[in-house]
């Protein structure tokens, strides 16, 4: 043999062995646990996509429903395709308890190129969304929770903070005495999210007085304007049908629970206090039974029984290996030193501690 020859041999096979050495490596560097991108869509069981990947979206940042788990999700993926995400000007809200502005958007230009993705809390409204989020195929979609658990966590994770919760002893004493402890009129201690949280996130009038037919219209004109509405209680099988809707990849939707508390924090609910939720949130409980039933059905309409079990069972499958790889004692690891678990990446910031929804 050419010596020439063995010697390209022999740098070829040290070049392969110093590749895979790096590849390792990379598996090692825990940045990798939050840039999950998927290459391919999943297409063991299903037909190459006719659609292409949804690259502007709204997301309605709802409270206390699971919210910051798709939040981070979403932004996992705009950051790891350089997707130009709206901003609020303070980097943690729209000023959520007025209706949604364009100009609470950092570097919002009247003329200025479209966003692509908008995810941080705000109040709804359709015509100043648009201004910010100018491509006519944006993506409109949200979560929402059954109002009883949402308002035990809402309690006991706004106890302190909420000026109508604070002064009341439980959230038993609370709904038993609320007009004592709540005064619909005011505006301040973040009153608005008390009552009917997810009504006033759409942009209507929490604590308003609504005919039969007043509240068909709105939960009509939610419909037109949100191309899905996902149920907490169904999370799973919600980013399945948010994949699909969206033409994303599973891999896209593998997620990590955010910014949920202790297991060992939660209360049970008797049905007595499960009923004075339900009457206290009566607009949100119309509002959530209502799309129960479009999400079912969209389900349905998508998704043979057969093939939704496989899909949720690769989501489970793909979310165990990455809890696995990325966590330690159900915290996130891949931290920045001195942020108490949160993985800080330009505007993102990602924090994981295992446990059920808030
Ligand atoms: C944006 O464009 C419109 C139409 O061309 C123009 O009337 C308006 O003055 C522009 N606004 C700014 C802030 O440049
Ligand atoms: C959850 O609560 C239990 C019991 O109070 C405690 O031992 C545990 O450290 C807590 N876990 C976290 C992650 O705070
Ligand atoms: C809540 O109810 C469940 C099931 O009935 C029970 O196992 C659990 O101990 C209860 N937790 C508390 C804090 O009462
Ligand atoms: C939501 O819909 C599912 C499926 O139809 C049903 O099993 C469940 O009871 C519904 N939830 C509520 C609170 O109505």
Not at 327 to 344: R, S
Request: charge should be positive; include cysteine.
């Amino acid at each position: 043999m050419h010596p020439l020859f063995l010697k390209t041999l022999l740098f070829g096979l040290i070049m392969l062995i110093i590749l895979t050495a790096v590849s390792f490596l990379q598996l090692e560097d825990f940045t990798s646990c939050y840039k999950v991108t998927g290459k391919t869509r999943n297409t063991d069981n299903v037909a190459a996509p006719s659609c292409s990947p949804r690259r502007n979206v709204m997301f309605l940042k709802t409270h206390k429903t699971g919210s910051t788990t798709v939040q981070n999700m979403l932004l996992r993926y705009a950051d790891s395709r350089n997707l130009n995400v709206a901003i609020p000007k303070d980097r943690k809200t729209f000023e959520a308890d007025n209706l949604f502005s364009a100009k609470y958007v950092d570097k919002y230009q009247e003329n200025g190129t479209s966003f692509n993705f908008i995810t941080h809390h705000l109040r709804f409204n359709s015509v100043q969304l648009k201004k910010v989020l100018k491509a006519k195929d944006t993506f409109y979609f949200t979560i929402i929770r059954h109002p009883v658990s949402q308002m035990e966590s809402a309690f006991s994770f706004f106890r302190r903070s909420f000026a109508a919760f604070k002064a009341a002893k439980s959230l038993e004493d609370f709904l038993k005495n609320a007009n004592k402890y709540y005064d619909p009129a005011s505006t301040k201690g973040n009153n608005e999210l008390v009552k009917n949280p997810a009504w006033f996130d759409f942009g209507y009038d929490s604590t308003g007085r609504y005919s039969e037919h007043e509240i068909a219209k709105a939960l009509l004109e939610i419909g037109k304007s949100f191309d899905l509405i996902l149920i907490t209680e169904y999370f799973d099988e919600s980013m399945i049908l948010l994949k699909e809707a969206m033409c994303w990849d599973i891999d896209d939707v593998v997620t990590f629970k955010h910014n949920s508390r202790n297991e060992s924090d939660r209360k049970n609910i008797s049905q007595d206090v499960a009923s004075r939720i339900q009457d206290w949130n009566s607009l949100d409980w119309r509002l959530y039974n209502h799309f129960n039933v479009t999400f079912w059905a969209k389900l349905e309409e998508m998704f043979s029984p057969a093939r939704l079990q496989e899909e949720l069972a690769i989501l489970r499958e793909k979310r165990k290996l990455l809890e696995t790889q990325c966590c330690e004692d159900g915290l996130f690891i891949a931290k920045k030193p001195g942020t108490k678990g949160a993985y800080f990446k330009k505007f993102l910031h990602m924090t994981f501690q295992k446990g059920e929804f808030g």
